[in-house]
Every structure is written in structure tokens, then in C-alpha cells.
């Protein structure tokens, strides 16, 4: 089982954060928790967002980062950093399991296969897991409903092949949204890893709800990002050209 805690995780496991209400459809199990958290993705075409993360130590920020990340099914991802300064211009673009990456400082875009990459080496993979055409996050986990209120249901998933990064996944799911509150992982031998917590969840378009804010802690509680959607919009007609990669890779 590779359970590498990658520096990635973090953010990884931050963003999901919307979800289709799908009003009078029976819970009773795990995977109808899980399939009412993915129905958004049959609801969104394109998502347009700005994001703000800010990263601490040792209680303090330690960097500030926005990011303007755009989304167009099946499987195209762009994600452009717009500050600070140094970083302004890198630019990502996924399609499929093709990834370009953009270094403006030396204007170079290097490429890479993702299907030769695990779901925990894989950047941004909780972003593109609004596109129908990427892999699950949870499929490689088992998931049983622990319990179920009309407020929250809480799951536990363990790990149920050797691709899966951690040994076992908590979430608290709000019963009306769809939308975690709360979600822990944890590694091979029951160690916490990183908590997210969910705040200031909104609903778009009068069925899809947001999360405009992240938190994330690590095992001894202490803060280490935050994530605000500054802005949002989903199914606004985004060009495909934004999507497009001409330029030739780097050798690597």
C-alpha cells in the first residue's frame, strides 16, 4: 500500500466542496451518500473560480497565494497562479492524463503522463474530480455507513487496494447539502494525518452548494491552510481555447 503523506495532500484534500441536492432520493447506505456527493458533476458543464490560500507555520502565514483554477468537462483542467509575484504566470493545464506545466520565470512548459502517477502524486486531483473523466478519489476505499441523523451522516473508509494513499478516511456529510463538514485521514496505522473543516457552504445556481471556505490542521491540531473561494461560477460558457496547449516540452 503506498501511503506517502505527499506535500500536496493538503490542498489535495481540500476542495471537495460542492454538491447536487437531490431532493427525496432514499439514503440508506454509504454509496448513496457518496453518489448524492458526485452528482454534481452531472450538473456542471465548466467552473470558473479565483481561490485564496494561505499557507501557516508555526502559527504564522507564511505565504499567500491566489489562484484562478477553471474547469470544462470531460477532463480539462487550468489552473494559473496570479500571485505572489514570483509565481504569477505558472500556469497547469490538464487533459486527459496529459499534464503541461508552464514556468514563466523561465518560460519553459514541461510535460507529464499522469496514468503513470498513483492518485497521491497526482496535483489537483480533488479539483478535477468535478470532471467526469477523471478517476474516483474514493475508489480505491470501502465505505460503511458508521451513522445517520437528520443533520449529518458519518462514514468510515479503509483502504480496499494497494493504490490506496491512506488507511483510512473519515467524513462527516451535511444531510442536506451534501457537503462534508468535516473529513480526517488517516495513515496505516491509524494516525492522524490532517483534518479538513468546511465552513460558509452556499448554494449556486439554486441546486449546487459551495464551500467558500477550508480549513486544514494537521495531527496535533495545529492550523496549516486556509482555502476561500473569492469567487465562483459554474456554467458560464468557458472557451475550450483556454484549454489549449501548442508549445513544445521541455526535455526533462
Given at each position: ?24 432520493q ?7 451518500v457518496?453518489?448524492q ?13 479565483t ?9 504564522e ?11 470544462l468537462?470531460?477532463?480539462k ?9 514570483y ?8 487533459t ?6 508552464y ?36 475508489d480505491d ?11 449529518e ?8 487496494t ?19 463538514n468535516?473529513?480526517i485521514?488517516f ?6 494525518l ?27 491540531g495545529e492550523?496549516?491552510?486556509t ?8 456554467n ?17
Amino acid at each position: 500500500m503506498r501511503h506517502r503523506f505527499v506535500q500536496w495532500s493538503v490542498l489535495a484534500v481540500s476542495l471537495l466542496g460542492l454538491s447536487l441536492m437531490v431532493v427525496g432520493q432514499a439514503v440508506e447506505t454509504a454509496d448513496d451518500v457518496l453518489d448524492q456527493m458526485r452528482a454534481n458533476v452531472q450538473a456542471i458543464d465548466d467552473l470558473d473560480s479565483t481561490l485564496t490560500v494561505t499557507t501557516y507555520a508555526d502559527g504564522e502565514v507564511s505565504l499567500i497565494q491566489q489562484i484562478r483554477l477553471s474547469l470544462l468537462q470531460p477532463d480539462k483542467m487550468r489552473q494559473e497562479y496570479l500571485s505572489p509575484d514570483y509565481l504569477a504566470g505558472n500556469l497547469t493545464l490538464v487533459t486527459g492524463d496529459l499534464m503541461w506545466i508552464y514556468i514563466a520565470a523561465i518560460d519553459t512548459w514541461y510535460e507529464k503522463d499522469l496514468s503513470e502517477l498513483s492518485t497521491a502524486e497526482q496535483p489537483w486531483l480533488v479539483f478535477r474530480q468535478y470532471l467526469r473523466g477523471v478517476q474516483d478519489e474514493f475508489d480505491d476505499y470501502a465505505f460503511e455507513l458508521l451513522s445517520s441523523d437528520n443533520d449529518e451522516y458519518v462514514l468510515q473508509g479503509t483502504a480496499a487496494t494497494e493504490d490506496a494513499v491512506y488507511g483510512r478516511i473519515d467524513l462527516w456529510v451535511d444531510a442536506l447539502t451534501f457537503v462534508p463538514n468535516k473529513r480526517i485521514l488517516f495513515d496505516v496505522d491509524g494516525n492522524l494525518l490532517v483534518e479538513l473543516r468546511i465552513l460558509e457552504v452556499e448554494q449556486l445556481e439554486g441546486t449546487t452548494f459551495t464551500a467558500r471556505s477550508l480549513e486544514t490542521y494537521d495531527e496535533l491540531g495545529e492550523l496549516k491552510s486556509t482555502i476561500h473561494y473569492d469567487d465562483i461560477s459554474i456554467n458560464v460558457g468557458l472557451d475550450p481555447t483556454l484549454f489549449e496547449h501548442t508549445e513544445v516540452p521541455a526535455n526533462e
